[in-house]
């Protein structure tokens, strides 16, 4: 695996991370469950540009999820013994259909890892990044340029962290960190998480991304975005060697006294 790269860019390609037999059972299983939204694999009734659901569970999810190509990119990135393993994907599945209509949820942001202390179903983040170890995409399905793949800024994560720092272990609600950081990390080079079923993308936990649209492509996109789990996060004093919290540490020297957009 190319840490450099995960270390420069927020991201990694996991190329056949899980096999394409497995990668047709699950979509099988994606198109059971978009059943009970009047879906079905006819496109007349593709009529909505997205629909998210909640990724199934059962024997080809587990297969995907617990590869062992998954599981030593987990334990160079994170750690071994760091990461929960789970029997299975999670997260949500939003599938998109080809479309030029606008989707909703298009907006550049980064992940929520943890319940906010509130009482509204909020996420928030903090500069350990507690909870979250990586952010992953699942491709169930072919995704290429014309089929709204998700867009990664690269090196964004490294602007994050001393946005981060003041909120200390307490962190603030994801969705407020897109009105600090300044307008320049969106001027950094992108990327688009293509492939073909059966990659998986690892992205840092800061990474800025977004959907994207229109989808013209020919056949629904399906992807999976689930939390690779961290119970505590990462420790920023030096003596975490793993990517994750390398990267962190170098976004808090680098960039803690670039300007950032006002809150």
Known sequence: MDTDAFARDGFVAVRGAFDAET???CRDMIWD???????????ATWVRP???ISCPEGAPFTAAGTSPPLAAAYDELIGPGRWTRRAGIGGVVPV???SEEFPGNCGYHIEGSFAGPGPEPEFWVNVQSRARGLLALFLFSDVGP?????RLVCGSHLYIPPILQPYGETGLPSNDVSGRW???VLCRGIAHATGQAGDVYLCHPFIVHTATWPHRGS?????????VHVRDGFALDGSDP????????????????????RA
């Not at 056949?219 to 939390?227: G, K, L």
Request: glycine letters at 10%; a positive charge.
């Open 242 to 261: 793993s990517p994750v919290a390398q990267a962190i540490v170098t976004g808090l020297t680098r960039h803690a006294g670039s300007p950032r957009a």
């Open 23 to 25: 990668a047709g059972a």
């Open 50 to 52: 997205g629909i998210q």
């Open 182 to 184: 300044a307008p320049s």
């Open 96 to 98: 998109r259909f080809p």
């Open 146 to 150: 014309d089929d709204a793949p998700t």
């Open 219 to 227: 056949t629904p996109r399906m992807i999976a975005q689930p939390a």
């Open 33 to 43: 469950a978009l059943g009970a939204h009047g879906v079905s694999t006819d496109p």
